[in-house]
């Protein structure tokens, strides 16, 4: 059974630093690219960022609101994804979700999302 | 705000067809690949349609998907209550290394 089990969310002071994980099992997370991917409550969906495989050289990239602030990183020996949160502000606030993006392919996993709240 | 452009909101009676369209520009849905995602209150995002007008295993074939130039859409028929939800289309952005949704379209059945 393929799964995808964020943790790590709560609540942090504005200019904080909190650090997500992802723990994915059921599919070969290293030939995957991995993305984050926000909600803040009641808006839309924004991409975070994406890490791509071990085949793409763990390349990165990040949405620019995030920039310089957040850091992805994977483990592929223990099936892992992770998100550092630095220099948080009150508009991070969001429920931030671990995903297998569709490349061209019907494969498209989403966890079940962790809550990050900014406040202080 | 969003770089990809939906109406914030559709609606429909059962068993019409529903179009939610999805605006962009020549560096995100004018080269690259489209796909639209359905989202219900407090759950995650399930893919409805990748690479433009594929439809994934187990997705109703009353869904589809069709892009030309920088536009996409969604097409919905045989509206259904169950098919009230929000939906976003998303693409890759060349110009900004990065990927963009658009602001979603809330679908209502009437």
């Known amino acids: 059974e393929v799964q995808v089990v964020e943790s790590g969310g709560g609540l942090v002071q504005p200019g904080g630093s909190l650090r997500l994980s992802c723990a994915v099992s059921?599919?070969?997370?290293?030939?995957?690219?991995m993305d984050w991917v926000r909600q803040a409550p009641g808006k839309g969906l924004e991409w975070v960022g994406r890490?791509?495989?071990?085949?793409?050289?763990?390349?990165?990239d990040y949405a620019a609101s995030v920039k310089g602030r957040f850091t992805i990183s994977r483990d592929d020996s223990e099936s892992s994804l992770y998100l550092q949160l630095n220099s948080l502000k009150i508009e991070d606030t969001a429920t931030y979700y671990c995903?297998?993006?569709?490349?061209?392919?019907?494969?498209?996993?989403w966890g079940q999302g962790t809550m990050v709240t900014v406040s202080s | 705000q969003y770089v990809l452009t939906q109406p914030p909101s559709a609606s429909g009676t059962p068993g019409q067809r529903v179009t939610i369209s999805c605006s962009g520009s020549?560096?995100?849905?004018?080269?690259?690949?489209v796909y639209w995602y359905q989202q219900f209150p407090g759950t995650a995002p399930k893919l409805l349609i990748y690479?433009?007008?594929q439809r994934p295993s187990g997705v109703s074939d009353r869904i589809s998907g069709s892009k030309s130039g920088t536009s996409a859409s969604l097409a919905i028929s045989g509206l259904r209550s169950e098919d009230e939800a929000d939906y976003y289309c998303?693409?890759?952005?060349?110009?900004?290394?990065?990927?963009?949704f658009g602001g979603g379209t809330k679908l209502t059945v009437l």
């Open positions: 890490t791509r495989s071990r085949a793409k050289s763990y390349t990165t």
């Open positions: 995903v297998s993006p569709s490349i061209d392919e019907g494969f498209d996993v």
């Open positions: 690479k433009n007008d």
């Open positions: 998303v693409a890759w952005d060349d110009s900004l290394s990065c990927r963009v």
């Open positions: 020549s560096s995100n849905i004018g080269r690259s690949s």
């Open positions: 059921g599919f070969t997370f290293s030939d995957h690219y």
